[in-house]
């Protein structure tokens, strides 16, 4: 059976941990087994010269007597000078003579003798007896690879449980940090389309889960808002096409009931504007669609001063527009995106201007800035920032032109943001000042 990627992912780790585990409990093995073989030998060599220098006090006096007897371990030679076996313990007794080193000096000296098949660990003294210097021999069998095998067993059986402790401790620590994970994963599972204001509940910690779910929550936050935008947007398309479309069908509906009677020019007519309505409406929501997307122009260097003189001299409207531009005020932005917005603009303000519409372009610190002014009605405080919300008609505006869509100043705002800028309405008594800033470009650029 094949194990979920999680489940292999905790496998895969609890076992890394339990191969290095392994390894390290296998050097300590090592060292301890070092560490305790050094003690062992150290205390042995300790007690042969413990039991050389009571035998060497003993052969002062001139009491040796062969067997010789002592109360500690150990196999016991004494020698004079000429290597005649002066007493030995009970096991060299009737051996020949250790050939082994004498020591120089008054010290003990410690060697490895070998006088079979067997090798022993052997401490040499020099002692001055009654009839000449004696050479005091005391060996004991050498150490092996494990000196205390009970302990070595004991130790040995530290691997296999260390190996098992840091397996399972290992699991349940990846079971315990997964469980946010599994917590976050099915609060997240139950979120849906129709329930995207629940949040996944932040822990406490301020760890790296913690950070996680902030960011979650935050695209919840991002991915409702645009919901609710969609949804206002559906709505609102529907009920700006439901106008022009019914017209469509009221008068299609006459025609075809009393097409002799029926004023087919004046049908027409109220046909084809309906029509341009709705023509409306689907370009503006292509650009919007189309801005949402990440879409912009081709950026370029653009005079605004003359795509301003080109854009007022483009058509005709109801007021003319008269501009005045600084010259050289450039920036970086696609003329078609720009031109829309100017063109929004503009349109906007012949619709409501008493007689004077006036295009300013200048320059302002690092920013171009381009404003359309008419002469109109002023707009209500409490109205400048509704006017740039999609279809968001004011009374006025539907009383002046009921083919309006309601997008226009929602795009060029958007086209705008889009080029580092921004579009506001400026406070003005004597009409209504739409403001356009652009960063601008150097002069040596």
Request: with cysteine.
């Amino acid at each position: 059976m094949r194990l979920p990627n999680e489940q292999l992912s905790r496998v895969r780790v609890t076992v890394i941990a339990m191969v290095v585990t392994g390894f390290l409990a296998m050097l300590a093995y090592g060292a301890l087994l070092a560490f305790v073989r050094i003690q062992a030998g150290a205390q042995l060599s300790n007690q042969l010269v413990f039991t050389a220098r009571q035998v060497g006090a003993i052969a002062r006096t001139g009491h040796l007597a062969t067997p010789i007897v002592s109360g500690t371990p150990g196999l016991i030679q004494v020698q004079d000078d000429r290597r005649h076996v002066v007493a030995a313990s009970r096991s060299l007794v009737g051996l020949s003579a250790l050939r082994a080193p004498r020591p120089a000096g008054d010290g003990p000296l410690f060697e490895r003798v070998c006088p079979g098949n067997r090798c022993f660990t052997g401490v040499a003294t020099r002692v001055a007896g009654p009839s000449g210097p004696l050479t005091v021999y005391v060996l004991a069998p050498e150490l092996g690879l494990f000196p205390r095998p009970g302990l070595a067993v004991f130790l040995a059986l530290g691997i296999p449980v260390s190996i098992g402790a840091a397996g399972a401790w290992r699991w349940w620590l990846d079971a315990r940090r997964a469980r946010p994970v599994e917590l976050i994963r099915a609060e997240l599972d139950e979120i849906n389309a129709a329930d995207l204001h629940r949040r996944v509940p932040v822990p406490p910690r301020r760890d790296e889960f913690h950070s996680l779910v902030m960011a979650i929550n935050a695209t919840l936050d991002r991915l409702e808002a645009a919901v609710e935008q969609q949804r206002r947007l559906v709505s609102d398309v529907s009920h700006d096409l439901r106008s022009p479309i019914a017209g469509l069908r009221a008068e299609l509906e006459t025609a075809l009931i009393d097409p002799e009677g029926a004023d087919l020019r004046a049908a027409l007519g109220t046909t084809l504007k309906n029509t341009e309505r709705l023509q409306n409406i689907v370009t503006e929501l292509l650009v919007l669609a189309r801005r949402e997307a990440g879409l912009p122009g081709r950026a370029e260097h653009v005079d605004l001063g003359d795509l301003a003189e080109r854009e007022v001299a483009r058509r005709p409207r109801r007021v003319a527009a008269k501009v005045d531009a600084e010259p050289g005020v450039v920036a970086r932005v696609n003329s078609v995106d720009i031109g829309r917005v100017l063109t929004n603009l503009l349109d906007n303000a012949a619709r409501h201007a008493d007689s004077e519409v006036i295009v300013t372009v200048r320059r302002e610190a690092d920013d171009a800035v381009v404003e359309v002014f008419n002469d109109g009605e002023t707009i209500a405080p409490e109205d400048r920032e509704r006017i740039f919300e999609r279809f968001i008609r004011l009374p006025a505006a539907r009383r002046l032109d009921s083919g309006g869509t309601g997008l226009g100043l929602a795009i060029s705002r958007d086209i705008a943001h889009a080029y580092g800028g921004s579009l506001t309405l400026a406070d003005d008594d004597l009409g209504t000042c739409f403001v356009l800033t652009l960063p601008i470009l150097g002069e040596d650029l």
